[in-house]
């Protein structure tokens, strides 16, 4: 199948779980995403880490740029590209989870939210990462929407458009802000944010 016929069977399947959630079910899901307590500077620390975690292609300098504009952030690295288990996966409720939300279990770990944490502050992201262009909503994160107007673009790494809730603010990062998120990064050696860049080599020690 095609990336456009795999998003909508994705998006139709998706849904089909959100509705044997019933509402309530689905709403104490959202709650537990809105709940995660993540502010835009963490928040930019795990879009970070969620980039040095990818697979980047041999041969290429693992680059990160993010750039922030009112309520608009926009995130870019020339990793290989989302595959299909990787768009499941970031739309997937575990299954612990729905068994919890389906028990009405007041417990349920963190674990099932994973990447939807993003959405503590966001209120859509539009993703486009090789031959797939989808965005999900804040009130259906596990529910892909096919964007129109990407038939035939194929995205070289991944670019997304996140769009935050309210007026906020930038996140407020300096040189020392930006070298604490950079410690922990295995992957990435080129970083952009906003006016601050940074290059990570590698040392070695006897």
């Known amino acids: 199948t095609s990336a456009r016929e795999y998003l909508r069977n994705l ?3 998706r849904q089909t779980i959100r509705d044997s959630l019933g509402a309530a079910g689905y709403r104490r899901y959202l709650h537990l995403i809105l709940d995660s307590g993540t502010d835009r500077n963490r928040f930019i620390q795990e879009l970070l880490q ?3 975690d990818c697979v980047y292609p041999e041969g290429v300098v693992p680059t990160f740029i993010l750039k922030q504009s009112g309520n608009t952030i926009t995130t870019e690295y020339n990793e290989r590209g989302f595959s299909r288990a990787n768009i499941r996966a970031i739309t997937a409720i575990g299954e612990s989870t729905k068994d919890d939300l389906l028990k009405q279990n007041d417990t349920i770990g963190k674990k099932g ?3 939807k944490t993003i959405f503590a502050i966001a209120s859509e992201v539009q993703i486009h990462s090789g031959d797939y262009h989808f965005r999900l909503k804040d009130h259906s994160p596990t529910i892909p929407d096919l964007l129109r107007g990407y038939e035939g673009k ?4 991944t670019k997304m458009v ?13 040189r020392s802000s930006m070298l604490q998120m950079c410690l922990c990064l295995l992957r990435l050696r080129s970083i952009s944010i906003d006016s601050h860049e940074m290059t990570i080599t590698d040392t070695e020690t006897e």
Do not use: M, P, Q, Y
């Not at 194929?154 to 790494?157: I, K, L, P, Y």
């Not at 809730?165 to 996140?171: H, P, T, V």
């Open 162 to 174: 996140i769009t935050t809730k309210g007026e906020r603010g930038g996140a407020v990062l300096d």
């Open 50 to 52: 969620n980039a040095d």
């Open 154 to 157: 194929r995205e070289n790494g």
């Open 113 to 115: 939210v994973g990447f």
């Open 11 to 13: 998006h139709n399947s």
